[in-house]
T-cell receptor, first 114, second 112 residues
Framework: DAGVTQSPTHLIKTRGQQVTLRCSPK?????VSWYQQALGQGPQFIFQ???????QRGNFPDRFSGHQFPNYSSELNVNALLLGDSALYLC?????????????FGPGTRLTVL | QKEVEQNSGPLSVPEGAIASLNCTYS??????FFWYRQYSGKSPELIMF????GDKEDGRFTAQLNKASQYVSLLIRDSQPSDSATYLC????????????FGTGTRLQVFP
């Protein structure tokens, strides 16, 4: 049973550039959530995708956008990168059931912005 | 007041002892509670989830939930050096069950 996968593992970009991160959910899951984890902090919710639509969004600017494909995989795009965007980006997948969604995390993508 | 609060630690316990990790939350209506373990440089790994008041045991791990006092705890029995990691508490809010709200985590150190 394949778990959540993410690519790439590491990424180095410069300020102002754009980046795309990818996620494939655990087999049987239909919902993908993205989180940003800065050093020494807990993960912060960016947004969640279900049925190819953004269902929920956290307090992140519009520079952060995403997409979900018919096979449930997802992308996170960040435009006009800032130094403060350097973080571990985590994808979590779940099966959408009311109020009891248990989220499983992928290995993450470490983004460094120079 | 933060939505989820944890002592950052480090919590140091000797091998074989019981490690007790605590978490408080502010939303009285929260329904779902999770404990994740995160090794340095790795992603969070789900250890336990609990929805009802009381204790839930899984191997060496016991999650305890007290909704009246708004706290959830994780006990690790027979602690091993391999348990040394950061433990993240996460809850869902009563008015928004789609996202997890995390604490900053407690760093646990188990020494031989």
């Amino acid at each position: 049973d394949a778990g959540v996968t993410q690519s790439p593992t590491h990424l180095i970009k410069t300020r102002g550039q754009q980046v795309t991160l990818r996620c494939s959910p655990k087999s049987g899951h239909d919902t993908v959530s993205w989180y940003q984890q800065a050093l020494g902090q807990g993960p912060q919710f960016i947004f969640q995708y279900y049925e190819e639509e953004e269902r929920q969004r956290g307090n992140f600017p519009d520079r952060f956008s995403g997409h979900q494909f018919p096979n449930y995989s997802s992308e996170l795009n960040v435009n006009a990168l800032l130094l403060g965007d350097s973080a571990l980006y985590l994808c979590a997948s779940s099966l959408s059931l009311t109020g009891r969604d248990t989220q499983y995390f992928g290995p993450g993508t470490r983004l460094t912005v120079l | 007041q933060k939505e989820v609060e944890q002592n950052s630690g480090p919590l140091s316990v000797p091998e074989g002892a019981i490690a007790s990790l605590n978490c408080t939350y502010s939303d009285r209506g929260s329904q779902s509670f999770f404990w994740y373990r995160q090794y340095s440089g790795k992603s969070p790994e789900l250890i336990m989830f609990i929805y009802s008041n009381g204790d839930k045991e899984d191997g060496r791990f016991t999650a305890q939930l007290n909704k009246a006092s708004q706290y959830v705890s994780l006990l690790i029995r027979d602690s091993q050096p391999s348990d040394s990691a950061t433990y993240l508490c996460a809850v869902t809010l009563s008015y928004n069950t789609d996202k997890l709200i995390f604490g900053t985590g407690t760093r646990l150190q188990v020494f031989p």
